[in-house]
């Protein structure tokens, strides 16, 4: 089993910037595909982000692309997602998740983090 603890989370004026972390613990050896799903307050969960662990891949939601980066520390055994121009619209219960493979499908993902409230302000 994995277990994923996230953090980072809070409350920001339109215009700045958050950095989100998500640390993997466990049973971690078939996990290659990281990534960051959001749920706004009556909204479906949705794709943020992803990141295949090893080689670096990146993908993004058109809704974020030139505004979020995610990376990963392989050492760390931790994934980030810096927020930067962040907009009312960004608000939303934000999670971190882990896979076998790298995927923009929430279905795809066997572990989940707890979620860390993200709350941009007008």
């Known amino acids: 089993q994995v277990q994923l603890v996230e953090s980072g989370g809070g409350l920001v004026q339109a215009g700045g910037s958050l950095r989100l972390s998500c640390a993997a613990s466990?049973?971690?050896?078939?996990?290659?595909?990281m990534g960051w799903f959001r749920q706004a307050l009556g909204k479906e969960r949705e794709f943020v982000s992803a990141?295949?662990?090893?080689?670096?891949?990146?993908y993004y939601a058109d809704s974020v692309k030139g505004r979020f980066t995610i990376s990963r520390d392989y050492a760390k055994n931790t994934v980030y997602l810096q927020m930067n121009s962040l907009k009312p619209e960004d608000t939303a219960v934000y999670y971190c998740a882990a896979g076998s493979r790298s995927s923009w499908r929430g279905s795809e993902y066997d572990y989940w983090g707890q979620g860390t409230q993200v709350t941009v302000s007008s």
């Open positions: 466990g049973r971690t050896f078939s996990t290659n595909g």
């Open positions: 990141i295949t662990w090893r080689g670096g891949v990146t």
